[in-house]
């Protein structure tokens, strides 16, 4: 078996979509074909069953799927340990979330960028679900998350800081300046937020969902931070992307605290041996996270 029809394999196997993969690899759909049906005259077995325009692994395809992944792990593995003498190289295929990408992980860019240039980075936005099932199958390496539990089926993961929540308005609000706010008293409030399947967003209306205030999605975090400036409604988003706002008073912060606690998040998969490039980016991901949480 040769180790490009594998990686092949893998790629097919982790989107299920011959045309996607071709896509992502650089390939023509054609040439991705004909390695599959080179794997599979080599085997002697059908690896993916053919359903119209859809495809799905056989059973002797999901057999081959965990050896394909590893055979071809440990070619990146020999790679890195040859040129590990000099400075350290790769991409990293990184799954993250737009408040971290844009206010937790720019320290950790600009680090990689001056201090590993050979280093590649490829950051995908993706939330949660999205984000756990890539770094199962394998299409991201490592994925920052930001959830309440930190527990995750097939993952290991790493939690690198708690990541306080404030509910902010604009400084006229009728809420501003009240004490002791429940979640009661936000019934009447206009809520603003991002997409759903952000995990703050999607606590924070289940925490609200016996009074169901009306809702307005933004989508991104500058969007829904201009339409709660604009006196719009409030809005519960994490601390740090909102810090310069409430230095300079164009956010308040309201005095009503969340029941729920989020923690940002590095995992990879389970039983996947990083390559040092890797690791080095999840030490550095770790010292520098910490050094950002920690208080002034």
Request: charged share 25%; with cysteine; net charge negative.
């Amino acid at each position: 078996m040769e180790l490009r029809l594998l990686v092949t394999f893998e790629k097919v196997a982790d989107v299920l979509s011959f045309t996607r993969a071709a896509a992502d690899l650089g390939y023509a759909q054609s040439s991705v074909t004909g390695q599959i049906r080179s794997l599979e005259t080599s085997l002697g077995v059908e690896l993916f069953e053919r359903l119209g325009s859809r495809i799905r692994l056989t059973e002797a395809g999901e057999r081959l799927l965990p050896y394909a992944r590893r055979m071809t792990e440990l070619a990146e593995e020999a790679r890195a340990a040859v040129a590990s003498a000099g400075d350290p190289s790769g991409t990293i295929a990184v799954g993250t979330m737009e408040s971290l990408t844009s206010y937790r992980l720019p320290p950790l860019l600009e680090y990689f960028h001056h201090r590993y240039p050979k280093v590649r980075l490829t950051l995908r936005p993706t939330l949660g679900d999205a984000t756990r099932q890539a770094l199962r199958q394998g299409t991201y390496d490592v994925g920052f998350l930001m959830e309440p539990d930190t527990e995750h089926e097939g993952l290991e993961s790493e939690v690198l800081a708690p990541e306080p929540l404030v509910l902010v308005a604009g400084p006229g609000h009728p809420l501003a300046g009240r004490t002791g706010l429940t979640s009661a008293d936000l019934a009447a409030a206009h809520l603003v937020g991002t997409e759903p399947g952000c995990p703050y967003r999607d606590l924070f209306e289940e925490e609200l969902r016996e009074w169901a205030p009306p809702f307005m999605e933004f989508g991104t975090i500058e969007a829904t931070k201009r339409g709660v400036t604009s006196g719009l409604g409030v809005a519960l988003l994490p601390r740090v992307t909102v810090a310069e706002e409430l230095v300079s008073g164009t956010l308040i912060a309201l005095d009503w605290e969340a029941p729920f606690t989020l923690f940002t998040q590095l995992a990879w998969r389970r039983g996947k041996k990083l390559p040092a490039h890797v690791r080095l980016f999840v030490e550095q991901a770790r010292r520098l996270v910490s050094e950002q949480s920690r208080p002034a």
